[in-house]
C-alpha cells in the first residue's frame, strides 16, 4: 500500500526555513534533513505517557505526516504523564485531543487518526503504510503484536517502556541487520507477575526521558544521521541517574525472525493479555466456590449479602473511590488480619485492576480460606460496567 503523500511540496518555504532553522543549522541535518522529515509518515502507537512527548516532538521537529493509534478517552489520572492531553479534555477520544494540541505546535503537520487502535486484522496493513512505527503501548499482549507487525511490513520500531523509576529504549530495524523484540523478551511473562502502571504506579517525568529518546530515534531513522539504537537497549533508572547501554543479539531460535520461525503470520492467539488473561485455576471439585467472578457476579452476590468484599487497595486509592461495605485491608497487611476475616463466608477480594487481588486469593487459598474468589478486572471493571460515576484513576 503506497504511503500517505506528503502535505505540499517537499522543498521548505521561507516560513519552515525560519521555523526549523536550530535544526538546518547542524550540519548533520541542514536542508536535506530537514525535507526528510517533511516527507516522513510516523505512526505513533499510544497517544498515552509515552506517545504524548514523542508526538510533541515529532510534531516540533516538521514531520510531515503523522498516525496517532488510541481507542482510549482521556481521563484524569493521564494528566499526571500524558502531557499532550489537558484538563478540558477529559471524556474526549485520545487520537482527537493529541491532534488539536499537535496543530498548535505545529500546524504543517498532517494528523492521520486511528482511533480503532492497532488490533490483528489492521497491524501490516497500517504499519505498511509508514516509514517508523513509535510503539508507546503499556502491555505486553499489543507489544508483541507491533513487533510481528513491523516485522512483516518491514517497518522500523522504535521501542520504549517504563516501569515505576525505570524506561527502557531500543530500535528494531527489521531488515535482518539485528534483533527484534522477540529476540530480547521472547515469551510474556507469566500472568500477574508484573503490575501495570495503575498497579505499580509510574514516575510522570519518566515517560518524558523515554518518549523523547523515542522521538529522537525515530529522526535518526529518517534522517539517517547518527547511530540508531539497532542492536542496543538503553535502560535508565532515574532514582540513581545510571544510563546503561546494553548491546543485544539477534536470536537464532527467535520465532519471529530466527533461522526456524514458528510465526509465520499474525494470529489472535499469539497475543493474549498477560495482564487481563484467565489465571490458573487449581484442580478443585465442581461444588467448590469459583476461584474469579466478574462485576456482574460480584455485585449480585454483594447486594444478596452472600459475600463481603475485601479491598486490598491502599488507604490512598481506596479514598479515590470504593465499594459501599467493603472492608479495606491492604495487600501488605493480609498476613497479620488472617484470624480477623471470616472464613464461612465467602470473601471476594478487589484491587484496582485484578493483578493484586489475584494474589491475596491465592494466598487466602492456601491459608485455608476456601471461599476467597477474585474479582476479575478490579475497582476499574466495575468503574466502567457498574457504576459509571466512580471516579476512575
Known amino acids: 500500500m503506497s504511503k500517505p503523500q506528503a502535505t505540499s511540496s517537499n522543498d521548505l518555504n521561507s516560513e519552515e526555513l525560519a521555523r526549523y532553522s536550530r535544526h538546518i543549522l547542524l550540519e548533520e541535518i541542514g536542508v536535506p ?10 505512526l505513533i502507537i499510544g497517544a498515552g505517557g509515552l506517545g504524548s512527548p514523542a508526538a510533541l516532538y515529532l510534531a516540533a521537529a516538521g514531520v510531515g505526516n503523522l498516525g496517532i493509534a488510541d481507542f482510549d478517552k482521556v481521563e484524569l489520572h493521564n494528566l499526571q504523564r500524558q502531557i499532550i492531553h489537558g484538563i478540558d479534555d477529559l471524556d474526549t477520544l485520545k487520537t482527537e485531543s493529541a491532534k488539536n494540541t499537535l496543530s498548535q505546535i505545529n500546524p504543517n503537520v498532517a494528523v492521520k487518526l486511528h482511533a480503532e487502535g492497532v488490533t490483528v486484522e489492521n497491524a501490516v496493513k497500517l504499519f505498511s503504510q509508514y516509514d517508523v512505527i513509535v510503539d508507546g503501548t503499556d502491555n505486553f499482549s499489543t507489544r508483541y503484536l507491533n513487533n510481528d507487525a513491523a516485522y512483516f511490513s518491514k517497518t522500523p520500531l522504535v521501542y520504549g517502556s ?11 530495524k ?5 534483533p527484534c523484540y522477540r529476540c530480547l523478551f521472547p515469551e510474556p511473562p507469566p500472568p500477574g507477575t508484573v503490575p501495570n502502571c495503575g498497579e505499580a504506579g509510574v514516575l510522570g517525568a519518566l515517560c518524558g526521558i523515554v518518549g523523547s529518546m523515542q522521538a529522537l530515534e525515530a529522526i535518526k531513522l529518517i534522517t539517517g ?17 545510571q ?20 510465526i509465520q503470520e499474525i494470529k489472535s492467539d499469539l497475543y493474549q493479555d498477560s495482564c487481563s488473561a484467565e489465571f490458573e485455576e ?23 449479602r452472600k459475600a463481603v468484599i ?34 464461612e463466608e465467602q470473601i471476594l477480594v478487589i484491587c484496582h485492576s485484578g493483578v493484586r487481588s489475584m494474589q491475596v486469593t491465592n494466598f487466602l487459598r492456601r491459608q485455608g480460606f476456601d471461599k476467597a474468589t477474585n474479582i476479575a478486572g478490579g475497582i476499574d471493571a ?12
Open 225 to 241: 544521521i547518527g547511530e540508531p539504537l539497532n542492536g542496543s537497549l538503553i535502560v535508565l533508572d532515574t532514582l540513581s541517574s
Open 282 to 304: 487449581p484442580d478443585l471439585p465442581e461444588a467448590e466456590i469459583p476461584w474469579e467472578v466478574d462485576v456482574i457476579e460480584a455485585r449480585k452476590l454483594n447486594e444478596s
Open 382 to 393: 466495575w468503574a466502567m460496567q457498574i457504576d459509571p460515576n466512580m471516579q476512575r484513576y
Open 33 to 42: 534533513g530537514q525535507e526528510k522529515l517533511k516527507s516522513s509518515n510516523v
Open 310 to 343: 475485601l479491598d486490598v487497595r491502599e488507604p490512598f486509592e481506596f479514598g479515590i473511590c470504593s465499594i459501599e461495605g467493603s472492608i479495606q485491608k491492604p495487600m501488605n497487611t493480609i498476613p497479620n488480619e488472617l484470624e480477623n476475616l471470616p472464613r
Open 162 to 172: 517504563i516501569f515505576k523509576f525505570e524506561g527502557q529504549v531500543s530500535v528494531f
Open 174 to 178: 527489521n531488515d535482518g541487520s539485528g
Open 243 to 262: 544510563f546503561r547501554k546494553l548491546k543485544l543479539k539477534q536470536d537464532p531460535s527467535c520465532p519471529l525472525c530466527g533461522n526456524k520461525p514458528t
